[in-house]
Structure formats: C-alpha cells, structure tokens
C-alpha cells in the first residue's frame, strides 16, 4: 500500500518563473491538501481539493493554484517565484474533507528560488 | 482570526529528562491532533483526542486535552534520541474543513 508520494524532492528555479510540482495520495483516500513549510515554522495551509475542485484555501496569492486530477492525484502551481516562495511544500491526503480526519504527508518537495 | 500557539519553541534536555509541550488555541476546538516532524522529515501523526479532559498514552507519551477544550499538552517522560524531532499541534478552523497548525516545539538532546 503506497504512501503519499511527491515529486520532485528538489527544485532550483529562479525569480519570476513557474513552477509544477506533484502529488499522488495514499491509496483509498479522496483529499489533497498541500502546506507551505519555511524553515523553522509549522506549516501553513495553502489549499484542499475534494471531487477535483478547490474546497478550501488559506492566505496564499492567487500565484498559486492547483488541480486535481478524476484518479484524486493533484498538482501545486506557483507563478512568477518570489525569494520569499522557498520553502518546503508538503502534500497530505486524508479521507473526506473534514479537519478531523487523519492526514498522511507526503515527504515534501524542497523549493529553493535564487 | 483563530490562532494555535505552541510553547516553548525549543527545550533542550539531557537524555533520560522529561519534556513537555503545551499549545493553546483562541477558540474552542472539537479535536486536537499532534504530528512528530523528524529532522529532515514530514510531519507524521501522533494521536488526535476529541473529549474535554481527555488523557491518553503511547508508551512514554502522555497527551492531555483540557477540560474548557481551548489547550493541549504532550509531555514525554524520560527522553531518548529516537523523540528528537519538533512536536506540532493543530486543531479545526471554525469551517472544520482545514487544520491551523501549532509553529511546533523542537525537542533537542544535549550531548
């Protein structure tokens, strides 16, 4: 039974580009919800995904956005990098979309923007 | 807006000390959880309670749920170098539909 698996681990981009980032949730569950991890902080929610659609979001600009795929595996989009995006960008999934239910991170994907 | 506060953000201890966390939320929570975040690592989940007072054990782990449901504490009795790593805590915002998240406090084993 997989976890929830990332990719990629690590990415080097520079001010003003794009950038992709992936995620595939552990096996059974239905909610994507992606986190902004800087160093030495909790991490912050970015957004959740349920029935491919954007159910909730945090304070994050509109630079960033996401998708959710019909087989429940979601994407992170961020715009026009800033210094300030580098951080480590976490997915977790869970099983519905109530806080309550348990989330599995996955093992994060490390942005560094130059 | 709804805030989960952690202290402290570091305590260093020898191995074999105890160690306690305590986070306080600015409102009424229906459940708590806490995560282990191991250095370099993702968070991983610990336990969550739900009933006001509520007190539950993993071997060493002790996590407590206060009775007004506004505050939680994890204190780890007898620390050894497998607990090192930063203890997070996190609660429902008032949608219940996301989490706010604790900044964490990160236990650290003196040498």
């Known amino acids: 039974d997989a976890g929830v698996t990332q990719s990629p681990t690590h990415l080097i981009k520079t001010r003003g580009q794009q950038v992709t980032l992936r995620c595939s949730p552990k096996?059974?569950?239905?909610?994507v919800s992606w986190y902004q991890q800087a160093l030495g902080q909790g991490p912050q929610f970015i957004f959740q995904?349920?029935?491919?659609?954007?159910?909730q979001r945090g304070n994050f600009p509109d630079r960033f956005s996401g998708h959710q795929f019909p087989n429940y595996s979601s994407e992170l989009n961020v715009n026009a990098l800033l210094l300030g995006d580098s951080a480590l960008y976490l997915c977790?999934?869970?099983?519905?979309?109530?806080?309550?239910?348990?989330?599995?991170f996955g093992a994060g994907t490390r942005l560094s923007v130059l | 807006g709804q805030q989960v506060m952690q202290i402290p953000q570091y305590q260093h201890v020898q191995e074999g000390e105890d160690f306690t966390t305590y986070c306080n939320s600015s409102t009424t929570l229906s459940n708590i959880q806490w995560y282990k975040q191991r250095p370099g690592g993702h968070p991983v989940f610990l336990i969550q309670l739900v009933k006001s007072g509520e007190v539950k054990k993993q071997k060493r782990l002790t996590f407590q749920f206060g009775e007004a449901k506004k505050n939680s504490s994890l204190h780890i009795t007898a620390t050894q170098t497998t607990d090192v790593g930063t203890y997070f805590c996190?609660?429902?915002?008032?949608?219940?539909?996301?989490?706010?998240w604790g900044a964490g406090t990160k236990l650290i084993i003196k040498p």
């Open positions: 977790a999934s869970s099983l519905g979309l109530l806080a309550k239910n348990i989330q599995y």
């Open positions: 096996s059974g569950h239905d909610t």
């Open positions: 996190a609660g429902p915002a008032d949608s219940n539909y996301q989490l706010i």
């Open positions: 995904y349920y029935e491919e659609e954007e159910r």
